[in-house]
């Protein structure tokens, strides 16, 4: 994980994008600072494919956080952000914030069970692998 900071107050989870995937900022589609509704879920697939990689949100419950996320990588937490109520987007390592990319670091509310869950799967590995040679 490479850390990324918003150049916008509206690209969060832009940013967090290029973070979890160590590409160059800029390169990640701008999907706005609260993408709303399921209307953005096809430009991130349209994004992730050529990288080999698939994207799910789930909800929090107490058997992701204990049993799921320590096993897994790099994810975002989506919930509210703690001193502006507004959804925001964070980088997590089983399920704590290792990166807030709002220059403000004021991260998300404490109240996991208002937040979401967003995983990065690897479809192909050899597409990836392939991908960010060619970026290196």
């Excluded at 799910?56 to 509210?80: F, K, M, N, R």
């Excluded at 704590?96 to 004021?106: K, L, M, S, Y």
Aim: hydrophobic content about 45%; charged content about 20%; some cysteine.
């Amino acid at each position: 994980m490479r850390p990324v900071d918003c150049r916008t107050a509206d690209d969060c989870f832009s940013a967090c994008l290029e973070s979890v995937l160590e590409i160059p900022e800029g390169w990640a589609p701008r999907f706005g600072a609260h993408p709303t509704g399921q209307e953005w879920l096809p430009d991130l697939a349209k994004f992730l494919a050529p990288w080999g990689m698939a994207y799910v949100q789930l909800g929090w419950s107490t058997h992701l956080a204990q049993d799921v996320l320590p096993l897994l990588g790099y994810h975002l937490l989506i919930g509210p952000h703690r001193e502006t109520g507004r959804l925001h987007s964070v980088v997590a390592l089983a399920g704590q914030i290792v990166h807030d990319p709002n220059p403000a670091r004021g991260g998300l509310v404490d109240d996991r069970w208002k937040c979401e869950v967003g995983l990065f799967v690897e479809k192909d590995p050899a597409v990836r692998a392939f991908k960010f040679a060619e970026i290196t």
